[in-house]
Structures are given as structure tokens and as C-alpha cells.
């Protein structure tokens, strides 16, 4: 079966510096996607960055970048320059190619200190 | 324009009441979902609709039951409420495998949040 863990249930980080979110997850698939969504206190989810598993090249939007190890099954976030407005939950997701389904991990509660 | 809306965004009813949450995409997508968020923040898929077929249905009681008169709706309908129904639902909707680039992509709307009293 898929999973999808997110082992840090909360961070913390100060303005304007660098936090990475860790994910891993369990699949025997080999073609499949990664996310991380973002669910502001609002609680809309909001797509943050997607990464396909074929590409090695890591995907970047803005201040968000993630950290691809397909070995090691890893999908971490980093968030650079963090802000007050990046305060939220963040969930790691996991979909398989051929399925529909989004499995998400848990969440880690992201606190932006000013 | 809003992409995946859904009504009502709040609803509070008596355990045993039978209710619905309408789900309303314009994003010309095929493929609509239901998934449940529990009080621990953790989010599950319950349903997946694909051109008004069932594709994905996971056990869930069947006191709910999904409907979808067309492509561009999903709505949910919830017999006989329990104390345990009480979470935030969410609509999300994306393209079929293989008809776009972004197809794996899952796009969510604002959240339904159930109260049974």
C-alpha cells in the first residue's frame, strides 16, 4: 500500500530565513507524482509545487524548491525567505499514474515568527 | 471566477438529519472527488467521479452517497447524520489521465465544514 509520512507535526522558523518540510512515502510504483499543498488557516488547499517522478531535475516555484530523492523516496520543501503569509499546514501528497486518488500525509503545522 | 466551489461553506444539523453539499467546477474538467478532513487535520479521499461515473469509492458508510447530474457537479448527500460525520469535506476536481499537461493535478475548493449536533 501507498503512504505518504510527514514525521515533523510542527515547525517553526523566524522571518526571512529558510525551513525545510520533510516527506517520504512508500509506494512500489514507478510513475507517479509528488505535492505539497498548503492549507492556510482559511483552509483552502492550495497547490504549492508538483513534481513528476520521471524528472530528476527538482521543481521550483518562487521561494519554494523541493529536495526529489526517488531512491531514498523522499520529497522534502524548502521554503526560502520565509513569510508571514506562509504560515500554515502543509501536506505532502502522493498519486500514482494510474489511480485517481491523492493519498496525503498528516501535516506539519508551519509557524512563521516575526 | 472561482474554480471548484461548494455550498453551503458551514452547516450544523441534529445527528439523524439527512443533508447535501453541492460541488460546482468550471474548470472544464472530467474527473470531480470528495474527500474528508477529520479534526487531526487528516485528509482522505472518499469518492472519485469520472464523466458522471463512479471510479473510486472507499469505505465509506453507505449513509453517504454521491450524485452527479454532470460533469461540472458532485455533490454529496448524507443520510441519518452521526456525532462521527462531523469534519471538513472538500470537493476537488482535475483533468482524466492524459488529456492535458496537468492532469495530475487536483484542484480543491474552499471545504464544507459539517457540524452534527
Known amino acids: 500500500a501507498q503512504t505518504v509520512t510527514q514525521s515533523q507535526p510542527e515547525m517553526s522558523v523566524q522571518e526571512a530565513e529558510t525551513v525545510t518540510l520533510s516527506c517520504t512515502y512508500d509506494t512500489s510504483e514507478s510513475d507517479y507524482y509528488l505535492f505539497w499543498y498548503k492549507q492556510p488557516p482559511s483552509r483552502q488547499m492550495i497547490l504549492v509545487i508538483r513534481q513528476e517522478a520521471y524528472k530528476q531535475q527538482n521543481a521550483t516555484e518562487n521561494r519554494f524548491s523541493v529536495n526529489f530523492q526517488k531512491a531514498a523516496k523522499s520529497f522534502s520543501l524548502k521554503i526560502s525567505d520565509s513569510q508571514l503569509g506562509d504560515a500554515a499546514m502543509y501536506f505532502c501528497?502522493?498519486?500514482?499514474?494510474?489511480?485517481?486518488?491523492?493519498?496525503f500525509g498528516k501535516g506539519t503545522r508551519l509557524h512563521i515568527l516575526p | 471566477d472561482t474554480a471548484v466551489s461548494q455550498t453551503p461553506k458551514y452547516l450544523v444539523t441534529q445527528m439523524g438529519n439527512d443533508k447535501s453539499i453541492k460541488c460546482e467546477q468550471n474548470l472544464g474538467h472530467d474527473t470531480m472527488y470528495w474527500y474528508k478532513q477529520d479534526s487531526k487535520k487528516f485528509l482522505k479521499i472518499m469518492f472519485s467521479?469520472?464523466?458522471?461515473?463512479?471510479?473510486i469509492n472507499e469505505t465509506v458508510p453507505n449513509r453517504f452517497s454521491p450524485k452527479s447530474p454532470d460533469k461540472a457537479h458532485l455533490n454529496l448527500h448524507i443520510n441519518s447524520l452521526e456525532l462521527g460525520d462531523s469534519a471538513v469535506y472538500f470537493c476537488?476536481?482535475?483533468?482524466?489521465?492524459?488529456?492535458?499537461?496537468?492532469?495530475?493535478?487536483?484542484?480543491f475548493g474552499p471545504g464544507t465544514r459539517l457540524t452534527v449536533l
Open positions: 501528497a502522493y498519486r500514482a499514474n494510474r489511480d485517481d486518488k491523492i493519498i
Open positions: 476537488a476536481s482535475s483533468h482524466s489521465p492524459g488529456l492535458a499537461p496537468d492532469t495530475d493535478t487536483q484542484y
Open positions: 467521479y469520472n464523466n458522471k461515473e463512479l471510479i
